[in-house]
């Protein structure tokens, strides 16, 4: 019987050994899998939440697009200058040297896509912020616009003389205005003369440097000094009747590259 149940021993303990330790590894692989799900899941929240965060950039992308496509209408520019949904040209030196990453393939793609698509933006929005401020800039320095309300009294060109009926050349636009009114720059300029003239009374002349000068006469008063850099809108004068005058209006010239122009086409037109 001794003999019998060593035997037994013998022959059983290699299986149980065999089975406990098949029972560790089975307990280590429920273990690893566990472990393996948690990765797993973290992972996946981890690319929801890139997801969502791409879509939300996706969103932004568009609102920029909008935004270009609506400032290119404000500034009047041609629609082919700038077009927010065509791809521009690249190109560049192949880096050989860049590591692999492993996202999925899609959400890699829409990645790439939108970074190439932000890239183009800034180059495409910071072109037209510059063009825009060129052209207010450009607009800002050309006359427009009637510097006093009121109505025109005499015109640009041959009419007789007020005072003695002769023919004569009238070299601006009269503005009938009252005594007093206020007279604003119509474009911006730096006051190249603030003071009296034979004939038009008490002057302001503006150069705007770009070949423009506009002279206002017959101020009753001058509100600012030769030197002043002045915008658009400023007020340069109070109406009046000084100088060669009948009554309290506004005498406007505007001279382009040292020549008399017709003022007309510029009171007329709008910034």
Do not use: C
């Not at 302001?204 to 600012?224: I, P, Q």
Request: charged share 20%.
């Amino acid at each position: 019987m001794g003999m019998g149940v060593a035997l037994a021993l013998l022959v059983a303990s290699p299986r149980d050994r065999a089975l406990a330790e098949i029972r560790d590894l089975q307990q280590q692989v429920r273990q690893q899998d566990a472990e393996l799900t948690g990765v797993r899941q973290d992972a996946r929240r981890g690319m929801d939440a890139l997801a969502v965060k791409l879509g939300q950039l996706q969103a932004q992308s568009t609102r920029l697009n909008a935004l270009g496509q609506r400032l290119a209408e404000v500034g009047k520019l041609d629609e082919s200058e700038f077009d927010f949904d065509e791809q521009p040209a690249v190109g560049g030196v192949e880096d050989a040297g860049g590591a692999a990453y492993a996202l999925p393939p899609a959400l890699d793609k829409s990645i790439d896509q939108l970074a190439s698509q932000f890239d183009t933006q800034q180059a495409q929005l910071s072109a037209l912020q510059s063009l825009l401020l060129d052209a207010v800039i450009e607009s800002n320095l050309k006359p427009t616009g009637m510097p006093v309300p009121g109505y025109i009294s005499s015109y640009f060109g041959s009419r007789a003389d007020p005072f003695d009926g002769h023919s004569a050349r009238h070299s601006g636009l009269d503005i009938a205005t009252p005594l007093g009114t206020s007279v604003h720059a119509v474009a911006e300029g730096m006051v190249t003369f603030a003071g009296m003239r034979s004939g038009y009374g008490n002057v302001v002349e503006v150069d705007h440097g770009n070949g423009y000068m506009t002279r206002y006469a017959h101020n009753s008063k001058l509100e600012v000094r030769p030197g002043q850099h002045v915008q658009v809108g400023d007020v340069l004068a109070k109406a009046g009747s000084t100088g060669r005058s009948t009554g309290s209006h506004v005498h406007f010239e505007v001279w382009y590259n040292g020549r008399v122009v017709n003022p007309l086409a510029f009171v007329r037109s709008h910034r």
